[in-house]
């Protein structure tokens, strides 16, 4: 498995949204390029816990953290 770019990541998506500053793309008013705060590991431990899971750990626990805060429709 590739290991995770997490600058990687926020680099594209900052390049992203410099080349799409009216927000025309699918999704992009919505969440506006923006990144959701990370979760602390202890919280993804108590979901993990509470559903009787284990999520993806191989590339890290930052990892695990970054993944949840991707851009995507806010539902709160």
């Known amino acids: 498995m ?4 997490e ?6 998506i900052r390049e ?3 080349q799409d ?13 923006a990144l959701a ?3 602390p590991e202890t919280e993804i431990r108590t979901f993990e816990v509470s559903h009787g899971i284990a ?6 626990p ?5 993944a ?3 851009p995507g429709p806010r539902t709160a």
Request: proline letters at 7%.
């Open 37 to 39: 705060p990370q979760l």
């Open 16 to 18: 992203m949204a410099a």
């Open 62 to 66: 930052s990892s695990r953290r970054s």
């Open 21 to 33: 500053p009216e927000r025309k793309r699918f999704g992009a008013r919505t969440h506006q390029y």
């Open 55 to 60: 999520l993806p750990g191989e590339t890290g």
């Open 7 to 12: 600058d990687g990541i926020r680099a594209r």
């Open 68 to 70: 949840t805060a991707r």
């Open 2 to 5: 590739a290991s995770w770019d």
